[in-house]
T-cell receptor, first 115, second 114 residues
Framework: SAVISQKPSRDICQRGTSLTIQCQVD?????MFWYRQQPGQSLTLIAT?????????ESGFVIDKFPISRPNLTFSTLTVSNMSPEDSSIYLC????????????FGPGTRLLVL | AQKITQTQPGMFVQEKEAVTLDCTYD???????LFWYKQPSSGEMIFLIY??????QNATEGRYSLNFQKARKSANLVISASQLGDSAMYFC???????????FGAGTRLAVHP
């Protein structure tokens, strides 16, 4: 199984600032995903990040608010821009799985609190 | 529309007993995957079990088994011999055919009592 790490594991930020979350994988993967979990809620996909192309955002999420970088096959970043308290969530990166793969792994998550 | 429904916001079970967590799904795809994850208070998402839509046998992983009833579009998780460490949120998720993204249900909070 792939090992996924995220930095930071948690942070407390002031409104109006931005935070960049890093996701590192120990093997090369084509697709990476960023999810958000608001307090007491389920997970919602923010965007799909493919290496070498623009991220694809889900409805309700825009690049200006959640810019994503994918510089290589083992690394991605998600930036939460101009934060407000509503951005307080757990942000998780996940690896895409091929159709033959029977698992889909998540990073440990980044807990963000915006004051 | 692709959708996962978990109708049990909370469940409790006595230690060492079995518990079933319900999950129904809606998709028009013929090929899809169904997943269960455990999320303890730490927030990490722990993969438990997978069932493919074409799998004829119900999936099992240790104390976890998936009761897959395709005609009813249900994929219930059965945890046998519950342990105190099983107390957590449990999410059912679907990966629609042709995509890698997951669609999650609302989750069920399981409490295991001694």
């Amino acid at each position: 199984s792939a090992v996924i790490s995220q930095k930071p594991s948690r942070d407390i930020c002031q409104r109006g600032t931005s935070l960049t979350i890093q996701c590192q994988v120990d093997s090369q993967v084509t697709m990476m995903f960023w999810y958000r979990q608001q307090p007491g809620q389920s997970l919602t996909l923010i965007a799909t990040a493919n290496q070498g192309s623009e991220a694809t955002y889900e409805s309700g999420f825009v690049i200006d608010k959640f810019p994503i970088s994918r510089p290589n096959l083992t690394f991605s970043t998600l930036t939460v821009s101009n934060m407000s308290p509503e951005d307080s969530s757990i942000y998780l990166c996940s690896l895409g799985a091929g159709h033959s793969r029977e698992t889909q792994y998540f990073g440990p998550g980044t807990r963000l609190l915006v004051l | 529309a692709q959708k996962i429904t978990q109708t049990q916001p909370g469940m409790f079970v006595q230690e060492k007993e079995a518990v079933t967590l319900d999950c129904t799904y809606d998709t028009s795809d013929q090929s899809y995957g169904l997943f269960w994850y455990k999320q303890p208070s730490s927030g990490e998402m722990i993969f438990l079990i997978y069932q493919g839509s074409y799998d004829e046998q119900n999936a099992t992983e240790g104390r976890y088994s998936l009761n897959f009833q395709k005609a009813r579009k249900s994929a219930n998780l059965v945890i046998s011999a519950s342990q105190l460490g099983d107390s957590a949120m449990y999410f059912c998720a679907m990966r629609p055919g042709g995509y890698n993204k997951l669609i999650f249900g609302a989750g069920t909070r399981l409490a295991v009592h001694p």
